[in-house]
């Protein structure tokens, strides 16, 4: 099993570009998350989808989009893109309900630079 | 307001001496305390889950206990692969199931 894939690893874009981040799980899982991480603000989370069919905002959500495409795949997209949303972007997934979907499986991120 | 906080910010030990992490929360009516580990450019890898005051947790030289205030994550007799960022997490208050609140993390550097 691959776990959690994210493509792609690294990205640099100008400001105002658009681009979305992919991301894939062969878990079976119902739930998946996309968070970002900046120094000395931990991971907050942007956007989630409990199953699929549903998406709701995290925490950060401004300046981003989601489409949970089916039960594997859950992209992001920034559709204009700011040097604000330079950062580390993870992508995770979990079951869904009780203890269990806070054990939550990380992609290996996606590496964002807007200048 | 909701809030994880993790000391120290960072932590430098020699092989073999054992220390400490600590985990505090201000979040009400704890549905649980997870911690997680992160590697040098890769995503957070899940540790342990603990449910209730009291609770201990162990895999290899790691240890996770919890108060009703904060956790703390022993390491006995560190390792240089033991070396990363170890985040803590718990659920927000009303927040929706699967939501977490991450810390900042604290990183280890186990020097041989």
């Known amino acids: 099993n691959a776990g959690v894939t994210q493509t792609p690893k690294f990205q640099v874009l100008k400001t105002g570009q658009s681009m979305t981040l992919q991301c894939a799980q062969d878990?079976?899982?119902?739930?998946m998350y996309w968070y970002r991480q900046d120094p000395g603000m931990g991971l907050r989370l942007i956007y989630y989808?409990?199953?699929?069919?549903?998406?709701d905002k995290g925490e950060v959500p401004n300046g981003y989009n989601v489409s949970r495409l089916n039960k594997r795949e859950f992209s992001l997209r920034l559709e204009s893109a700011a040097p604000s949303q330079t950062s580390v972007y993870f992508c995770?997934?979990?079951?869904?309900?009780?203890?269990?979907?806070?054990?939550?499986?990380f992609g290996p991120g996606t590496r964002l630079t807007v200048t | 307001e909701d809030q994880v906080t993790q000391s120290p910010e960072a932590l430098r030990l020699q092989e073999g001496e054992s220390s400490s992490l600590n985990c505090s929360y201000t979040?009400?009516?704890?549905?649980?305390l997870f911690w997680y580990r992160q590697d040098p450019g890769k995503g957070p890898e899940f540790l342990f889950t603990?449910?209730?005051a009291g609770e201990e947790k162990e895999k290899e030289r790691l240890k996770a206990t919890l108060t009703k205030k904060e956790s703390f994550l022993h390491i006995t007799a560190p390792k240089p692969e033991d070396s990363a960022t170890y985040l803590c997490?718990?659920?927000?208050?009303?927040?929706?199931?699967?939501?977490?609140?991450f810390g900042t993390g604290t990183l280890l550097a186990v020097q041989p």
């Open positions: 995770a997934s979990s079951e869904w309900g009780g203890l269990s979907s806070y054990e939550q499986y």
């Open positions: 878990m079976n899982h119902n739930s």
């Open positions: 989808s409990a199953s699929e069919g549903t998406t």
């Open positions: 979040v009400s009516g704890l549905r649980g």
């Open positions: 603990l449910y209730s």
């Open positions: 997490a718990v659920p927000p208050l009303g927040g929706a199931t699967n939501k977490l609140i």
